[in-house]
């Protein structure tokens, strides 16, 4: 059976008693909500912890009893739990269609646009954006625990490549924020080992962000802006040969054509382009810069060996 979580559980439990137009009983609860799986003594304990939690957080959870003293069930009162009717402005809607499309690859993905049909619904259609301003994706792993530590003002630690490094190194960081340049996420901050300011793009964090120390070691300077004082990666030119009628998507992102077949690339990540060049072959060849080449190499090399029999 799929592990379930606690905060999963949790959300599950609120909806069903939330739905429920009857007392549910613990019975019931037991089967019918995943992660309450296990013996008498476990669904117990789990429950009884969970109904402390939700009541601690403020979500009214009514116990309903019969005449005798018996327990009928539980229910959460919807007219005690329904939030107020939303009324945002123009910025203030297209702000939240902004944040619902970022988080549509991440975890939050499917709450968020449950989120934003239920906004469109209520919303004058006069109202909702066409277009959004940007493109954004929250797929790295790496986002989540990194606003964890920005929230709670932490050091990180993890470990990252950088395109001209052939093997990862581990960072020890004091983060200042996160930003997004080019649909791309960065993280800003102080690098400890290099005792500097530093941004990290996202998608070459290699292993599992975990945050160290009771604090932030070094603070931002006064007047720190990000995104003013934090540029992004510096795009790194590349040429590729591109055989006629292949590699649609990687011909439109040429800066120019050299001659017949050759293109220049601008790209800020020679790992991402590593990949493209990679899933387009044998129609595209990485002809510069060096470490590109010896990426894709290194790339068709692995891709070749996983696919010898050795026998």
């Known amino acids: 059976m799929e592990r379930v979580n606690r905060t999963e559980r949790l959300l599950n439990l609120v909806i069903a008693l939330m739905a429920t137009q009857q007392p549910m009983p613990r019975a019931q609860i037991r089967q019918q909500i995943p992660g309450y799986d296990g013996n008498d003594v476990a669904f117990e304990r789990k429950f009884e912890r969970d109904k402390d939690e939700l009541r601690s957080m403020g979500i009214p959870l009514h116990t309903f009893v019969d005449p005798g003293g018996e327990v009928l069930g539980y229910r959460i009162l919807s007219s005690e739990y329904a939030l107020p009717d939303l009324e945002l402005t123009h910025a203030e809607r297209a702000a939240m269609s902004l944040a619902a499309h970022a988080w549509r690859d991440a975890v939050a993905g499917p709450l968020a646009g449950h989120a934003l049909l239920k906004l469109d619904s209520a919303m004058d259609p006069s109202m909702i954006p066409d277009t959004l301003p940007a493109h954004l994706t929250a797929r790295e792993a790496a986002l989540l625990p990194l606003m964890t530590a920005l929230r709670s003002q932490r050091d990180v630690t993890f470990s990252y490549q950088r395109a001209d490094e052939d093997t990862p190194t581990t960072r020890t960081v004091s983060p200042w924020g996160l930003r997004v340049a080019q649909g791309a996420w960065y ?125």
């Open 187 to 311: 993280l800003v901050g102080f690098d400890q080992g290099r005792q500097g300011m530093r941004t990290f793009r996202l998608s070459r964090i290699r292993e599992s962000v975990e945050l160290v120390g009771t604090g932030r070691t070094v603070d931002p300077p006064e007047g720190f802006v990000l995104g003013v004082d934090t540029p992004a990666d510096p795009v790194t030119p590349a040429t590729l040969a591109i055989v006629d009628g292949h590699a649609t998507s990687l011909r439109r992102r040429s800066t120019s054509s050299v001659e017949t077949d050759v293109y220049d690339i601008s790209s800020a990540d020679l790992n991402r382009l590593t990949i493209d060049v990679c899933a387009a072959s044998p129609g595209v060849i990485a002809l510069a810069p060096p470490e590109l080449v010896t990426q894709v190499c290194r790339a068709l090399d692995e891709i070749i060996a996983a696919h010898t029999d050795d026998r």
